[in-house]
């Protein structure tokens, strides 16, 4: 429905606007300038033009830039000259060493790594550590209505961030939970 994704779009629009360009602020002054000359994928872009991800200086130096996201409704929310392809986080459409570095910002989901039991999480970072990778963070709800105390101590045993959503019930406390909440 397109009523229903502008109306998201905006609401995304207006966090993205406010959090993230404090997120991309210090992501340009510790993280990205090891970007520069080299070839980026963006996995689940949602439209962000790479001068808005890594500021103006950065991104003169960076010789490829590709926005890959699953929507192409989020790829084309906002104008700009950069080449955007549809496609899985899970099955990127890319050769292998297309890129020298894959960024994704706060869209965990695109990886996998979200709704995981104690024992997935386990295994995800067992499997990570047998080649020599890193799961910097899961994403699951945490909410007044689904607190998981086990795979919070998990998490910090393991050295993994957990990127809580729906802090606030599944709209609950903003009055827009609907049939889906009863569940």
């Known amino acids: 429905d397109t009523g229903h994704f502008k109306k998201i779009s905006i609401n995304y629009d207006a966090v993205h ?11 340009q002054e510790h993280y990205y300038p090891r970007c520069a000359g080299k070839r980026i994928l963006d996995v689940g872009n949602g439209g962000q033009p790479p001068s808005d991800i890594f500021g103006s200086q950065i991104i003169r130096s960076i010789t490829g830039f590709v ?6 409704d989020m790829l084309e929310r906002k ?39 104690v024992e997935q999480i386990r295994c995800v970072v067992d499997r990570a550590r047998a080649y020599g990778l890193k799961i910097s963070a899961i994403q699951n709800e945490v909410s007044l209505w689904c607190y998981d105390k086990e795979l919070i101590q998990v ?22 939970a609907n049939a889906d909440f009863v569940k």
């Open 17 to 27: 606007g406010r959090l993230h360009s404090a997120v991309y602020k210090i992501l």
């Open 67 to 72: 926005g890959l996201d699953n929507s192409i």
């Open 79 to 117: 104008k700009g000259n950069y080449a955007r392809v549809i496609g899985s986080g899970l099955q990127l459409p890319f050769k292998d060493k297309a890129f020298d570095y894959v960024i994704c910002n706060g869209v965990i989901h695109h990886l996998g790594f979200s709704e995981l039991t």
């Open 155 to 176: 998490c910090a045993e393991l050295d993994v961030g957990l990127v809580a959503y729906s802090p606030l019930g599944r709209g609950f406390f903003t009055n827009e």
